[in-house]
């Protein structure tokens, strides 16, 4: 390189350090610098949210019927074949009205076969006696020996029973004609049939429902958690039609059922009413706690977190924007997927619903999005 050529280098790099001195020092940047710009900031994360409201009395209703407060399943005791039955649903009945009546040949050829039975008993008898008889006095003249006297009087003694038999089995086959005819045991009315015209049944198999007309009660069935909450005998209830809006009307559980229902896991719950005039037997009702018309708070179970501390995230807004805070809060009863919060929460707050387990104190959060 000759020295003009050198000299014009020198220039250039002085012209190039010139420049890098005048820029900021920021936007230097040296080949041997390996310093990593930060990262920008993620915007704050959107989260499913749920504004917390009361739960309306209509959704704390539990639903029921209005049954009659006796109730009878009629039933034939004898097996045969129905070739009547003049009533239907809703007919009302007397005490003593025919219901339903079996086919009654079968019986009464059951009745003439037994009394059959009975005379031919009654002929065994006879000659079992009159052979005794004669054997007897054969035995007191020694003609007859002392076997012969023992295999008359053991004949006697099986005819005897036979006879017995023989008559038992005629009184059975005489009640079992009566039984061909169902009659009614209350004044009431028919509420289920199960069994038509023609059927064959069995002894004891269920052929219609009789409802007395003694009283109406509402009958509703209370899950265990709800049970669990104090229904119990003596629990007031207010009752009404599910399809009216008349005034309700007041009512009280006189008999909780044992056993659940191994289905619906569900208990059956019977209310007196205070006033069964506007109900009719069928009637569809809705039922709610007497003491349950204040304010109902829910939020959904997953929303919960903090296992045997109770606790939810809520939405907080502040200067910088919207963050959760973590809130304690008293749970009541279940109500399908949702928990009752009777402590800690109030109408209008927002509390996050699901991801609750990825969620830190003071967390910015964006914006709410509906589940």
Request: aromatic share 2%; proline share 4%; charged share 25%.
């Amino acid at each position: 390189m000759t020295r003009v050529g050198c000299h014009a280098a020198r220039l250039l790099i002085a012209g190039a350090l010139a420049l890098a001195l005048a820029s900021p020092l920021a936007a230097l940047t040296l080949p041997w610098d390996t310093a990593k710009a930060p990262a920008p900031q993620a915007p704050p994360r959107p989260v499913v949210t749920e504004i917390v409201t009361d739960m309306a009395a209509q959704v704390r209703s539990i639903p029921g019927i209005i049954v009659a407060r006796s109730q009878v399943d009629m039933a034939f005791r004898t097996l045969g074949r129905i070739v009547e039955r003049d009533v239907d649903i809703g007919d009302r009945v007397r005490r003593g009205a025919l219901l339903a009546r079996l086919d009654g040949e079968t019986l009464d050829g059951n009745v003439r076969a037994a009394e059959a039975a009975v005379s031919a008993a009654e002929v065994n008898l006879s000659t079992a006696r009159s052979t005794a008889e004669r054997t007897r006095a054969l035995a007191e003249r020694n003609v007859a020996s002392r076997a012969q006297l023992e295999q008359a009087e053991q004949g006697l003694a099986a005819a005897e029973a036979a006879m017995a038999e023989a008559r038992s089995q005629l009184v059975r086959a005489s009640d079992a004609q009566g039984f061909a005819e169902m009659r009614a045991p209350i004044d009431g009315v028919v509420s289920e049939v199960f069994a038509s015209k023609g059927a064959v049944i069995a002894a004891g198999e269920p052929v219609l429902t009789l409802s007395g007309e003694d009283g109406l009660e509402a009958r509703i069935d209370v899950s265990e958690a709800q049970r669990a909450m104090g229904v119990r005998i003596g629990t007031a209830f207010l009752v009404s039609r599910a399809a009216a809006d008349a005034a309700p009307v007041r009512a009280v559980v006189h008999r909780v059922e044992p056993v659940a229902d191994a289905q619906t896991r569900t208990r059956r719950v019977h209310l007196t009413l205070a006033d069964a005039r506007g109900f009719r037997l069928g009637t569809l009702i809705r039922a709610v706690r007497a003491d349950g018309n204040a304010e109902v708070l829910t939020v959904p179970a997953a929303a919960i977190v903090g296992g045997d501390a109770p606790a939810v995230w809520v939405v907080a807004r502040t200067d910088a924007g919207r963050v959760v805070t973590r809130r304690a809060i008293a749970t009541g009863e279940g109500w399908a997927d949702r928990v009752v919060v009777t402590a800690g929460l109030a109408a209008g707050d927002e509390v996050v619903i699901r991801g609750v387990n990825s969620l830190a104190e003071g967390q910015a959060v964006g914006r709410r999005v509906d589940p």
